[in-house]
DNA sequence: CTAGTAAGTGTCATATATACATTATAAACA
DNA sequence: TGTTTATAATGTATATATGACACTTACTAG
């Protein structure tokens, strides 16, 4: 009996969706593609799983030489192994998703990128192999977790809103998270019920209405 | 540049939980390896993915050769990727699962196992790889799937019913797949309001008690 | 006819979801 | 200074889901 298995073997790969809100909408990062196939295409970061790092760790790593993305919680959305859906060989990738914060973030595309860039959700490219399909999985995922229940999601939901905020600004960010407009005073119960707000007893300026008061959040 | 990627590729199989009720107990289907590794170990179903195959027909498939089980609706749980999960070399596995009726059911271990059995999950062998693992998963996700919302997996669970049963029967099926005890009153609204029940007017008989009506579902 | 056993049944409390309209307060401007 | 404009702030009613909890009914066996 051999002591290796003598099935003929796929490439296996991570492929990662990282999402952010920029400008107020919800953008994910995408990379162009280097080489062939579907050279100078936009596509989700990601890249081959070495022989001896887990799964999560080649996520993390091929995000990081793609984008210069680093520390991020990756959460697994599944595999996808369609036949074809590499027209090289046969490539079966593993998907994760996370949200972060990205205004600090230095984006550096040069080393396995040829471009490392945020696009908005509603005005995507064409994508890399079945990268769309990935990404709308990713997507609802996304939506699904942010309200329900006080995952690590939504708590990243409060990393796009400046320590001190107002009721108004972190209802936009869940908006734009879920995708869906929220009804003003459902949301002030939702957040009070579900977050330890700190009623920092500010009060915002310059506004040419009432200025509207100050929190902040405790986990 | 080449035309295949010259990265090592690991070995990529499908793993397969099956459930099933029997004698009024959840139990899951296990196959007698019959190679190294853990040769003559209990394992979860499953192989390698072949080279043209999707990745749930690759399930499918190692399921019906090793166990004779067919026409399943499988679910896909995830990958797990671990490096050492493989002794022999490094080997990846996307989990499937299913919910399944199992008396009529006939385990045909010959062609890739040694062996087929049904195992009481209260009563489980030491089981080789990290299947242990992937089964508290898939445990998990089915006692989650079985109530929340009226879902493939949820529907499944008469499949373990005779046409015409009684509330207590059905109650009992519920709490075998959940893994806890129910209230009577409770679960007769719940199952009242989310599933077309007839009354077929009908009563058991025999019992040394009072006799139960019998109902029956419709979809 | 009595004992035993399982069937059958309703209410209250709590939590969550959703719909919906008016008043309050500051800045800008005439 | 007072009028306009823009956003902030607030409460109630309804529907639905969840979970706790105890007594009466009806058959069989002895």
Known sequence: MS????YPHPAVTADICIFSIRDGKLHVLLIKRLVD????????PGGFIKMDEDLIDGARRELEEETGVADVPLEQLGAYGTPDRDPRERVITVAFMALVPSDQMVLAAATDAADARWFD???????????DRILADA???????????VTETARAAFQFL???????????????????????????????????LVDLKEKTTGGRHRPAALYSVEF
Chains 1, 2 share one sequence.
Request: charged residues 35%.
């Open 162 to 196: 400046p320590e001190k905020f107002t009721l108004a600004q972190a209802q936009a960010v869940f908006e734009t998270l879920k995708g869906e407009d929220l009804d003003k005073r459902n949301f002030r119960k939702w957040i009070a019920a579900n977050w330890d």
């Open 121 to 131: 959700m509603d005005d995507l490219p064409k994508l890399a192999f079945d990268h």
């Open 37 to 44: 196939p579907f050279k100078d295409s936009w596509a989700i």
């Open 3 to 6: 002591y290796t298995y003598d």
């Open 139 to 149: 997507r609802e995922r996304l939506a699904h977790k942010v309200t329900n229940r």
